[in-house]
Every structure is written in structure tokens, then in C-alpha cells.
């Protein structure tokens, strides 16, 4: 425990040093690896261009087989292309790019600088609930106060039906249509799965009861075991 205790404040220490722009270099190199670790899962860019394996499914069984095995295979590949279109977005209309940076910075200040609970009224607000109104105020500022959400939705909004629409008329090879575990589906609902645990831990700590997730539990349970 000493140990553990000694590390995050080493963290702490570290994240006051570097301050809110040396954390964003650290976030953009760390997003960059990331692009670079999903290219690497990709699979080669050729096979989703080549024109004769494009063909009408011969029915609706046919076009969802189709479409997941394609996204298990190419899933890495379509990911990409959202990611290339929100980049779009943003070199296009810089002035988007304003209010994700200051929000950024602002978790940045508050969750990794600051990191420490806040007193209002007499009462401490730790971590979990800081993170909690940040995404709140964020969820405000990027929905209602400025149109960078509308944007960005519609650009992955649209490139979701074109890669679904892709997945449908691409023709997969002939081989096992079962999910091979280093498939992009089942990546992505590991990831998912984790990803819902840290959300609902976190607002459970704030006092939500646990009640109140047992509809997303089941509706979730339901989605994995259908892919």
C-alpha cells in the first residue's frame, strides 16, 4: 500500500510538472501510437477497394452475415476512416478545434494537475464527481453552446453508413465465419464492456444507485451475446 501510495504521488508530482500543455504533447503522441497500433491491426487497405468483390447479398440473412464478418474483419480499417473523417472535420473548420482544446485542457488541469477534491458548502467533492460535472459541462458547451457535436456527428453519422453500407455489398473470402478472438468486434466490445464498468463505478460512487443500471446491464448482456 506504501508502495501504491508512493507511486501516485511520484504520478501526481509528475503531471504538476509537466503542466496542462506538456499533458496535451503527451495526449497527442499518445493518440498518434494509437493510430499507429490500429493501422498495424488493419487489414491491407487493397481488399477493401477491390472492385470484384463488390455484389448485391442475395437477402437480408446474407447481407447481415455479411455485414459481420466484414466488420469483424475490416472493422480496424472502417474505424480508421471515421477517425480520418473527424480529422477532416477539424482541419476544414479549425474553429472547432477551440472549444475541444480548452475543454481538453480543462480535464487536463482538474483530473491530472489539480487532482485534488473540492469543497463546496462544506462538502468535498472527490475525483468521480469533478469527472461527472466536467462531462456535463462539456455535454453543454459542445451540444448547445457550439455546433461542434452536430458537426462531428453527422461527418461519423454519415461514414457509418458508408462503411455499413460497404460491409453489406463486400463479398467476405470463403473460410470460418465465427468471430476469431483477434477480430475487431470482439476487440471492441472487450473494450466497450471495460470501458461501461469505469462509467458505472464511477457514477455509482457518487451515490446513483446501482438499480438504476440494471436495464443497461441486461440491454448489454443482450447486445454481446448477439455478436
Known amino acids: 500500500a506504501a508502495h501504491d501510495a508512493g ?3 511520484d504520478e501526481s508530482g509528475k503531471n504538476k510538472a509537466l503542466g496542462v500543455p506538456g499533458l496535451m504533447l503527451a495526449a497527442g503522441r499518445h493518440v498518434i501510437e494509437d493510430v ?3 493501422q498495424a491491426r488493419a487489414a491491407p487497405w487493397r481488399e477493401l477497394i477491390d472492385h470484384r468483390a463488390v455484389s448485391l447479398p442475395s437477402g437480408v440473412y446474407d447481407g447481415l452475415a455479411r455485414l459481420r464478418r466484414n466488420c469483424n474483419d475490416l472493422g480496424y480499417n472502417y474505424f480508421l476512416i471515421l477517425l480520418a473523417l473527424v480529422a477532416t472535420c477539424l482541419v476544414l473548420r479549425p474553429s472547432l478545434l477551440l472549444p475541444i482544446a480548452g475543454i481538453t485542457a480543462l480535464w487536463l488541469y482538474v483530473l491530472r494537475v489539480r487532482a485534488a477534491d473540492v469543497h463546496v458548502g462544506g462538502r468535498a467533492f472527490g475525483l468521480h ?6 462531462v456535463a459541462f462539456a455535454v453543454v458547451v459542445l451540444h448547445f453552446a457550439t455546433n461542434v457535436s452536430s458537426v462531428l456527428f453527422s461527418a461519423l453519422f454519415w461514414g457509418a453508413v458508408a462503411c455499413t453500407a460497404h460491409a453489406a455489398l463486400r463479398t467476405p ?3 470460418d465465419d465465427s468471430q476469431s478472438e483477434g477480430g475487431f468486434v ?3 466490445f472487450t473494450q466497450g464492456a471495460s470501458a461501461y464498468r469505469q462509467v ?3 457514477v ?5 444507485p446501482s438499480q ?6 441486461q440491454a448489454w448482456a443482450r447486445l454481446s451475446g448477439a455478436v
Open 7 to 9: 507511486a501516485m504521488e
Open 36 to 38: 499507429k497500433g490500429l
Open 129 to 134: 464527481s469533478q469527472r461527472i460535472a466536467l
Open 173 to 175: 473470402p470463403p473460410g
Open 186 to 188: 470482439n476487440a471492441f
Open 200 to 202: 458505472k463505478d464511477g
Open 204 to 208: 455509482e460512487a457518487v451515490g446513483v
Open 212 to 217: 438504476w443500471f440494471n436495464a443497461a446491464d
